[in-house]
């Protein structure tokens, strides 16, 4: 009977853990003891059509409620000044000879020799934003990238918005002097796959894109993110200091969140970094 008791009890966790894991939802509502204020996270992939966010009606329900918006980085018209610029000769001594062929070939048909001087993590944020922008995104009829359109709408209903990254610009260009040679591997790989994809109009790794739209993320909210993970530099230490601004900040007003989905991910993720805190966060359908 005690067998018995042990096998239920555990199965009990497991199903409650996978239902946590993957509740069908990119939207979390935050909530504390004696504090009034709801507020919202919403995990956004930056790359997918905004109209997209506007099919989910419950999501722009709590954004129009809310008193104060926050996302990563407010838009600017300031343009990136990459730091560390590299050339086509340090690529042609750090590729091998398939990558270079590639790279060749994507450069001549973009008709864009500044990819040369792309660092290897900027080249892998900018050939991923093409490609899912580009290959992955038919007919939409809002151009642009689903942040930027959620910090518009805000605007447009005179919400007050806030930068959770003080500059993402600065920030890109110091992880990039800071990755070693094993990361930048890793980072290169992903560039050159994603450029062989689009010279060969591959739209396999949009199903990425689809996992999203069909609300199919796994959370994976009892992992531990660990300093080998190609996302732990881009994710950890902004969670950390993006927790302090959101504690306060839903301590006097309802808020909501639109960040990248990953930073909801994880143990260091928002979500659980907020029920450290005391909140309750809980998955809301959409």
Known sequence: M???LLSCSLLCVAVFSYAQDKPATLLWKVTKTNNPHVSYLFGTFHEVSPSFFTTLTKAVEKLNASDKIFVEQRS??????QTGVWSAAKWNITLTTAQQQV???????????????MSPLVLALSTARLYFVNFCNNNDSIPGLMDTYIEKLALHENKEVYSLDSNQHTFINQLAAQEDSAKNAALITGSINYMQSMLNNDTAGCSYIKTYKNFNIDYRLNTTLTGKSADFALLVNRNRQWIQILDNAFAYANCFVAAGFKHLMYQQGLIQQLRLLGYTVVPVAL
Do not use: G, I, Q
């Not at 790279?103 to 040369?116: C, I, M, Q, W």
């Open 2 to 4: 005690k067998k018995l």
């Open 76 to 81: 600017t018209n300031e343009a990136f000044v």
């Open 103 to 117: 790279f060749t070939s994507f450069v001549r048909k973009a008709e864009d020799s500044t990819y040369y001087s």
